[in-house]
């Protein structure tokens, strides 16, 4: 067994999620451990709802400037911006733990005087103060254990950006927010090459393994990058859920307007939050 360290130059969210989504779909019995960042963009659970847990309504979000993804894992959604560092183990599932992992996390933040502790729902706290969150996923004999660590990322888009969409009644899984930090409002020394060197010097020595890096180019596929930026995984994806809107309901099924007021419609219409107040659905 080998411990493979891969770091991702290229900040591209679906690009990242493509190479994670391989490591854990095609990777042979040894441990990787992937580091990387995207430019601003907003990364759903697995099992969730976009229009119910992202703010629509912010110029951001409705330009397209910031992205929007699903991953592989469940959990709630996380924004990512150049200032977020992205760690991702993929391991096979009967060797290494989550609870090793964030053995793995905490010491390595110890280790740079932040006073770390994990809280109920997984996230690493300071004083009450969420700067990383975590989510899983199992495949086969593959597991994923990933996690975002706030460096110096920008807090008030974080706040703007998530946000409830009252309207919408679904069985989704839904975010639960929380106060969040900055690593380097704690410790302004702290840097994000200091903390993947640490992460891996941890991690060696707990495995008893030495890191080998190796270049991204190796995890490409790019099926897996079109899935990723693609409406059917992002928005089609979604679990069926209602939207009430001037006293209409509209049932919306695999991201499709499927009944209004209880009628069937013929041909679904695609649910567009956005662009929703101009739909013609009164004469459907």
Request: aromatic share 14%; net charge positive; with cysteine.
């Amino acid at each position: 067994m080998k411990l493979y360290i891969i770091e991702s130059k290229n900040t591209n969210v679906y690009y990242n999620l493509a190479i994670e989504e391989y490591l854990i779909n095609n990777t042979n019995n040894n441990i990787f451990i992937f580091f990387w960042k995207s430019k601003n963009s907003l990364v759903i659970g697995k099992h969730q709802n976009p229009w119910k847990e992202i703010n629509f309504n912010f110029e951001l979000v409705k330009n397209g400037e910031i992205k929007i993804a699903r991953r592989i894992s469940g959990g709630g959604t996380v924004f990512h911006d150049l200032g977020n560092l992205n760690y991702s183990f993929v391991s096979p599932k009967n060797y290494l733990n989550s609870q090793e992992i964030f053995e793995i996390i905490i010491k390595t933040l110890k280790n740079m005087d932040i006073d770390v502790e994990k809280n109920y729902k997984n996230d690493l706290i300071y004083k009450d103060y969420k700067f990383s969150g975590s989510a899983f996923s199992i495949k086969k004999d593959k597991f994923l254990h990933h996690g975002t660590l706030l460096i110096n990322s920008n807090l008030e888009l974080i706040n703007e950006t998530l946000g409830k969409n009252e309207k919408i009644k679904t069985k989704a899984t839904e975010s639960k927010p929380s106060k969040v930090i900055n690593l380097k409002e704690i410790n302004y020394c702290i840097n994000e090459e200091m903390i993947k060197n640490n992460i891996i010097r941890e991690t060696s020595k707990y495995l008893k393994l030495s890191g080998i890096k190796i270049a991204t180019k190796y995890f490409r596929d790019e099926s897996l990058m079109e899935k990723h930026k693609s409406w059917e995984w992002i928005y089609g994806n979604t679990p069926k859920f209602i939207f009430k809107f001037e006293d209409n309901e509209f049932n919306v099924e695999n991201g499709y307007i499927t009944y209004i007021n209880s009628k069937k419609l013929k041909n679904p219409m695609k649910f567009d939050l956005m662009n929703f107040e101009n739909l013609n659905y009164q004469k459907v």
